[in-house]
């Protein structure tokens, strides 16, 4: 019973209005001289979350315990040509790099 008439004395203090002060139109040329905010392209998150859930999806097959078929899948990659492999993860690594700036620049 005490606490509920504390929760109204609180209540009742934080909703009461303050009076207005007036600062010259200082916060408002404040508020006007802010930087709009910059917008992400929409397909960014989605990217971003198609990205991670295919790299998290890959970690989790190469490292999944007693399973064959998987692993022997992974054993024929690792007997591709070193040409073909380095263009592989060279292409990732680039998408990945890629994907990494626009993001760096779209929260600047």
């Known amino acids: 019973m005490e ?4 929760e109204r004395q609180l209540d009742s203090l934080l909703s009461e209005e303050e009076p207005y002060i007036n600062d010259g139109g200082f916060t408002r040329n404040m ?3 802010l ?6 392209p929409d397909w960014l998150k989605p990217a ?8 998290a999806s890959s970690l989790a097959v190469a490292f ?11 054993g024929q990659l690792s007997s591709m040509s ?11 690594m ?3 790099t890629a994907l990494s700036l626009v993001v760096a620049k779209s929260e600047l």
Request: proline letters at 7%; zero cysteines.
């Open 3 to 6: 606490d509920f008439d504390i």
């Open 31 to 33: 508020l006007n001289q």
């Open 35 to 40: 930087p709009t905010p910059v917008s992400r």
């Open 48 to 55: 971003v979350l198609i990205t991670s859930t295919v790299l």
């Open 64 to 74: 999944l315990p007693d399973s064959r078929i998987i692993t022997d899948r992974i």
């Open 82 to 92: 070193d040409l073909w492999m380095g263009l592989i993860v060279t292409g990732a």
């Open 94 to 96: 680039l998408g990945l």
